[in-house]
C-alpha cells in the first residue's frame, strides 16, 4: 500500500462523549484509541496534514451536545492539536460527513493539495463511513483504518439487533467490498507512511 507524502488523517468524533456507555451501550476494539494515537504520532512525525473534526449534536440529550464536557474531544486528541509540523485544520459538524461541517473540509483539502485520506475515529459504521463514502464520491482515494476506529451495538428495523463487532464488520465490507474505502489495519497504514 501507498501512502502519499501529503495524505491527510481525518480524524472524526474522537470525543469524550463516546466514554458514557449508559447512553450508547456496548462497544468493539478497545485497542482503537492506542491506535489513533499512533496514527495521529506518525502523521504529525513525518509532516504529513492532520484533520480534527468534532461532532456538535443537536441533540439536548447527546453527550456530544455543545456545552456538555462529552463534547470536547478525548484528552490525548486535544493535547496532540497543534503539535505536527504538517497543516492541521479543526472541523466542526452537525450531521455524519465531515464534509459537510465548517470549514469546508473539501475545499480545504483541494487547497493543501491532497488527494488521499485516512480516516481514523468514532463511530465505524455512523461518521467514519459516511465521511469515507462522500470522500470516495468526491474523487479521493479513500483509506480506513479499520482497528483505529469503533462503533456500538445496534438496533435496527424488525427487531433486528447487531453487536458492535458485526456492525463495524458490515461497514467495513460496504465500504471496501463497494469501492468506497481501502479498508486495512493501522499496522498496514503505519508501515506504508513511514
Given at each position: 500500500?501507498?501512502?502519499?507524502?501529503?495524505?491527510?488523517?481525518?480524524?472524526?468524533?474522537?470525543?469524550?462523549?463516546?466514554d458514557?456507555?449508559?447512553?450508547?451501550?456496548?462497544?468493539?476494539?478497545?485497542g482503537?484509541?492506542?491506535?489513533?494515537?499512533?496514527?495521529?504520532?506518525v502523521?504529525?512525525?513525518?509532516?504529513?496534514?492532520?484533520?480534527?473534526?468534532?461532532?456538535?449534536?443537536?441533540?439536548?440529550?447527546?453527550?456530544?451536545?455543545?456545552?456538555?464536557e462529552?463534547?470536547?474531544?478525548?484528552?490525548?486528541?486535544?493535547e496532540?492539536?497543534?503539535?505536527?509540523?504538517g497543516?492541521?485544520?479543526?472541523?466542526?459538524?452537525?450531521?455524519n460527513?465531515?464534509?459537510?461541517?465548517?470549514?469546508n473540509?473539501?475545499?480545504?483539502?483541494?487547497?493543501?493539495?491532497?488527494?488521499?485520506?485516512?480516516?481514523?475515529?468514532?463511530?465505524?459504521?455512523?461518521?467514519?463511513?459516511?465521511?469515507?463514502?462522500?470522500?470516495?464520491?468526491?474523487?479521493?482515494?479513500?483509506?480506513?483504518?479499520?482497528?483505529?476506529?469503533?462503533?456500538?451495538?445496534?438496533?435496527?428495523?424488525?427487531?433486528?439487533?447487531?453487536?458492535?463487532?458485526?456492525?463495524?464488520?458490515?461497514?467495513?465490507?460496504?465500504l471496501?467490498g463497494?469501492?468506497?474505502a481501502?479498508?486495512?489495519?493501522?499496522?498496514?497504514?503505519?508501515d506504508?507512511?513511514?
Amino acid at each position: 500500500m501507498d501512502i502519499a507524502e501529503n495524505a491527510a488523517l481525518v480524524v472524526v468524533d474522537v470525543q469524550k462523549g463516546f466514554d458514557e456507555p449508559g447512553f450508547w451501550g456496548s462497544r468493539n476494539n478497545l485497542g482503537a484509541d492506542d491506535n489513533i494515537a499512533s496514527l495521529i504520532d506518525v502523521w504529525q512525525g513525518t509532516g504529513r496534514p492532520v484533520v480534527f473534526v468534532r461532532h456538535d449534536s443537536g441533540k439536548p440529550e447527546s453527550p456530544l451536545r455543545p456545552g456538555h464536557e462529552g463534547n470536547g474531544l478525548k484528552p490525548y486528541v486535544e493535547e496532540r492539536r497543534g503539535k505536527g509540523a504538517g497543516a492541521e485544520l479543526f472541523v466542526t459538524k452537525t450531521v455524519n460527513s465531515a464534509f459537510y461541517g465548517t470549514p469546508n473540509l473539501d475545499a480545504w483539502l483541494r487547497a493543501e493539495g491532497v488527494g488521499q485520506i485516512v480516516i481514523v475515529g468514532i463511530q465505524t459504521n455512523m461518521c467514519v463511513e459516511t465521511t469515507a463514502r462522500m470522500g470516495g464520491n468526491l474523487g479521493y482515494d479513500v483509506v480506513v483504518a479499520y482497528d483505529a476506529t469503533y462503533t456500538f451495538d445496534l438496533e435496527g428495523p424488525f427487531g433486528w439487533r447487531r453487536s458492535a463487532d458485526e456492525v463495524a464488520q458490515a461497514s467495513a465490507v460496504s465500504l471496501h467490498g463497494g469501492g468506497f474505502a481501502r479498508v486495512v489495519t493501522t499496522g498496514e497504514v503505519v508501515d506504508a507512511a513511514k
